[in-house]
T-cell receptor
Framework: DIVMTQSPDSLAVSLGERATINCKSS????????????LAWYQQRPGQPPKLLIYWASTRESGVPDRFSGSGSGTDFTLTISSLQAEDVAVYYCQQYYITPRTFGQGTKVEIK | QVQLQESGPGLVKPSETLSLTCAVSGSSISSGYYWGWIRQPPGKGLEWIGR???????DYNPSLKRRVTISVDTSNNQFSLKLNSVTAADTAVYYC???????????????WGQGTLATVSS
């Protein structure tokens, strides 16, 4: 299995400030022949199912605000919220879809400072 | 708009079988995607259980494989999960989700159900 490890487990950021979440995979999720990273990010607000934010490591899902961005390649990835809004309070998960079993990071809780 | 809705008993006794169904609307279950189950114990993270293709092809998480069966009912546009010999550790919110894909492969989860809490208790 590919183990996904996120850091930090939680962070508190002031409104309007930047939030950065890291995700590391135990093996590369870059499919070299396609030059695509098989990595997605999800947002889970309290009491809600996860919502797809980013796929292919950096492609925003339709309707996702552009303050959310993803970067990275191979084994190291980052989700950045450029200017935190109140509605961004949630737990964020990375997930690899390079192989089965699909695996998720443990989650990073984002709160308002 | 694609919608998924989980249903099933909210309470299951230890050692019995947990059975859930996911009804899909807005997308034919035979349209060429994988359909999956993911669970989340209270206050914890997400665990992939397995997935099924409309042809009946399945993949399971090795950690659950000996206890899990996922099946598809194309005539009713739904798929199901059975988890046998349950214990308290199987108490979780169970989500069904569509795994978006194309002719080259299957990828991320683009649509999720709202989830259903299944509690294992006597």
């Amino acid at each position: 299995d590919i183990v996904m490890t996120q850091s930090p487990d939680s962070l508190a950021v002031s409104l309007g400030e930047r939030a950065t979440i890291n995700c590391k995979s135990s093996q590369s999720v870059l499919y070299s022949s396609k030059n695509k990273n098989y990595l997605a990010w999800y947002q889970q607000r309290p009491g809600q199912p996860p919502k797809l934010l980013i796929y292919w490591a950096s492609t925003r899902e339709s309707g996702v605000p552009d303050r959310f961005s993803g970067s990275g390649s191979g084994t190291d990835f980052t989700l950045t919220i450029s200017s935190l809004q109140a509605e961004d309070v949630a737990v964020y998960y990375c997930q690899q879809y390079y192989i089965t079993p699909r695996t998720f990071g443990q989650g990073t809780k984002v709160e308002i400072k | 708009q694609v919608q998924l809705q989980e249903s099933g008993p909210g309470l299951v006794k230890p050692s019995e079988t947990l059975s859930l169904t996911c009804a899909v609307s807005g997308s034919s279950i035979s349209s060429g995607y994988y359909w999956g189950w993911i669970r989340q114990p209270p206050g914890k993270g997400l665990e992939w259980i397995g997935r099924i293709y409309y042809t009946g092809n399945t993949d399971y998480n090795p950690s659950l494989k000996r206890r899990v069966t996922i099946s598809v009912d194309t005539s009713n546009n739904q798929f199901s999960l059975k988890l046998n010999s349950v214990t308290a550790a199987d108490t979780a919110v169970y989500y069904c989700a569509r795994e978006w894909g194309d002719y080259e492969g299957s990828y991320y989860f683009d649509y999720w159900g709202q989830g259903t809490l299944a509690t294992v208790s006597s």
